[in-house]
Nanobody
Framework: QVRLVESGGGLVQAGGSLILSCTAS????????MGWYRQAPGKQRELVARITDRGSTNYADFVEDRFTISRDDAKNTVYLQMNSLKPEDTAVYYC??????????????WGQGTQVTVSS
């Protein structure tokens, strides 16, 4: 069974920075894409950033060059460097890993979520 564990969330002042990380454990050979999503209270979960196994990245418009997503395949880990944080970035951040293959049928997995709170 594959498990995703996130870390790095917390409370930060506006303009500050945080680094989120998410590591997958279990029987894993390959992971297609990795991404970060977020969900604020009363809102739907939305994509923040995504990186493919070839290193192609895409970001939500609201990121505005403030965040950087990266991955370390040797560690089955995805990172999200967040700079110039704004109060509207406050949300629970979830990592997602697509088509995780460990010898059986590939499957998608979600982390448990980590709270990011930005104070004004």
């Amino acid at each position: 069974q594959v498990r995703l564990v996130e870390s790095g969330g917390g409370l930060v002042q506006a303009g500050g920075s945080l680094i989120l990380s998410c590591t997958a454990s279990g029987r894993i050979f390959t992971i297609s894409a990795m991404g970060w999503y977020r969900q604020a209270p009363g809102k739907q979960r939305e994509l923040v950033a995504r990186i493919t196994d070839r290193g192609s990245t895409n970001y939500a418009d609201f990121v505005e060059d403030r965040f950087t997503i990266s991955r370390d395949d040797a560690k089955n880990t995805v990172y999200l460097q967040m700079n110039s944080l704004k109060p509207e970035d406050t949300a629970v951040y979830y990592c997602n890993m697509e088509r995780v293959w460990g010898g059986d049928r590939p499957a998608d997995y979600w982390g448990q979520g980590t709270q990011v709170t930005v104070s004004s």
